[in-house]
Structures are given as C-alpha cells and as structure tokens.
C-alpha cells in the first residue's frame, strides 16, 4: 500500500489541492483530527481512549493516534492507500507511520510568509450566507454587498490578524522543516510552488506523483 503525505503552511491551499488528488487518484483523505472526532463519536476503543487525553486539555498521543490510522488503513477504500493531510507533524510521529504504512510521495506546498499573511488577513464571510471573500484576490463586485445574498454584514475571523497568522507560520516551520529534510533524505519528497494558479500547482503535483 503507497499513500501520499500532504503538507503545506496554513493558507497555502492545501484544501483544494487535496480535493483535486482525490478526485484523481481515488485515494480518500486522512485528517487525523478528522478521525479522532469519528473515533470518540463512535465509541471505539481507540476513541474512548483519545478521549481521556482530549478531556482533560491535552494532546493525544502519537501511539493512539497510530492506533487510529491502523483501523483506519483496515477499511476498504484504503486498500490502494490513502492520502494523510496534517499527519506527520514530526519526525517520531513520520517513524511511527513508516512502521504501519509505506509513503511513496510526499508534497510540500510551499508559499512565501507576506504571500500567506496576505492572503489569510485578507478574507472576510457574509455573515447571511457564509460566502468567502478576499480584499484583493475576490472583492465583492458591489463593495459593501455580498454579491450571492445582497447582505452588507460581513465577518472577519478575530485570529485572521497578522500577529497570529506569523506565530502560526513560526510554529509551523519548526515543526515541519526538520520533517521536509527527513522525507527528502528518504528521496520521496516533493517540494510545489503554491504562490502559482491553481491548476498550475494541480498539474505539478500529478507529475510529481507519476
């Protein structure tokens, strides 16, 4: 079995690139956080047990988080392999998986930090619809109107602000650098230009997976 790791700073547009390998490949998507709320929701053992972490404030462990991605390669739309997205997050958990499941491709999208901080602080919801919009790159057409709805309330995330967005990309970048060097020694690391149209990074992706 050969999954694909996918990883990439937040606002790096992870989400639709993710969307488009699996319309592709067939390979359903990983998010453990996903599978954590499925686990606990469901009752399983593994659940019951990431409970008690979540419970009381702390983070799951990396050995119960590869319990559930064991299950999780049980079932039958994994059998030809799976696509993990915001898993590993380090090179203990990157070890961890290697034991359980062979990763034959990993993608880094990669997008300058003011390119991200500007695309992040940019965005603003209707508040009457839950349309995405952006200053720059997707105004309304009518300024002040949504232009699905016609509401003129808008929202803005209170921690889509430049201070929190870069501690965001500071945590990320020590987390995932050690782990981008340790899949490149591995020689399965694919590093993507995400500041690209989107079907241009689409495109170099597939190549990437060929």
Known sequence: MDSIVLFGPPGAGKGTQAQRIMDITGMPQVSTGDMLRASVAAGTETGIKAKQFMDAGKLVPDDVIIDLIKDRLLQADASNGVMFDGFPRTIPQAEALSQICKVSHVIAIEVPDDIIVDRICGRFTCSGCS????????????????????????????????????????????????????????????????????????????????
């Open 131 to 210: 349309s995405v919009y952006h200053d720059s790159f997707k105004p309304t057409m009518v300024s002040g109107e949504c232009d699905n709805c016609g509401s003129t309330n808008f929202n803005r995330r209170d921690d889509d602000n430049q201070t929190t967005v870069l501690s965001r990309l500071n945590a990320y970048h020590k987390q995932t650098s050690p782990l981008a060097s340790w899949y490149e020694s591995k020689g399965i690391l694919h590093t993507i230009d995400g500041d690209r149209a989107i079907d241009l990074i689409t495109s170099d992706i597939l190549s990437a997976l060929e």
